[in-house]
């Protein structure tokens, strides 16, 4: 049986349970209450990877579970120093294609789950953050610190939509820029609550499972003593 990946199995769940502490368990509950995959947020090609990393805290940060990242020519590694944990708890999808695909992997597996993907551009025909529809299940795309989203992320996306800006400079840093998309986006839905805008049950489930491993010592061992106890 192949431990790591096994079955969603509540006793398995009670059983890791016990090596948790309540203080633990509540926090993984109240962060959960709050999760959601109806925003997420898409990197291409980032050059500093402490920004990219501001950007994985910033989406803990507001509720987030998962966070895409483009690859072409720069590789994306977690500063541990930045995130301050938040990677271990959101999902990360990477992108990678020798044959420059990568955008597009990305933007079909994104539009397959019914998302609608915006990049982010202070192009004049971009619409303003403030005409978004929150109850839209929503991809943000952000491009590299010195050239925003390539013209390739333009040319799929399903539009683009920029930050309204009162003074001289153009654009916002892109971890400033992602947290106020993602301050303005969840706040409204939050009012609006559009249907499925919280994790489903099984999805939590998923996520108790990942968690537990992720904190329980030696948790392979556990589930291996959990599933030959269970098989006897």
């Not at 910033?58 to 930045?82: A, M, R, S, W």
Request: charged content about 30%; some cysteine; overall charge neutral.
């Amino acid at each position: 049986m192949n431990y790591e990946n096994g079955p969603i199995d509540q006793g398995l769940l009670d059983y890791l349970d016990q090596y948790i502490t309540d203080h633990k368990k509540s926090v993984m509950e109240r962060v959960l209450k709050d999760r959601t995959r109806h925003f997420t947020v898409v990197l291409e090609d980032i050059y500093k990877p402490h920004n990219a990393s501001a950007v994985l805290r910033t989406c803990d940060c507001f509720g987030l579970q998962d966070i895409h990242v483009v690859e072409k020519t720069n590789q994306y590694k977690i500063n541990p120093y930045v995130t301050r944990g938040a990677s271990e708890w959101v999902d990360i999808h990477k992108y990678f294609s020798p044959a420059g695909n990568a955008v597009k992997d990305c933007f079909n597996s994104l539009k397959s789950k019914g998302y609608k993907i915006l990049a982010t551009s202070p192009n004049a025909d971009s619409v303003s953050i403030y005409d978004l529809d929150p109850n839209q299940k929503t991809a943000l795309v952000f491009g590299n610190e010195h050239e925003g989203v390539s013209e390739d992320v333009k040319d799929q996306a399903d539009g683009l939509v920029h930050i309204p800006m009162l003074g001289f400079t153009e654009s916002f840093n892109i971890s400033v820029s992602a947290s106020i998309f993602l301050y303005d986006l969840v706040r409204k839905a939050k009012e609006s609550l559009p249907k499925d805008f919280y994790l489903s049950e099984e999805e939590k489930q998923q996520l108790r499972l990942k968690w537990y491993r992720q904190i329980v010592k030696r948790s392979k061992l556990h589930e291996k003593m959990y599933w030959d106890s269970k098989n006897k």
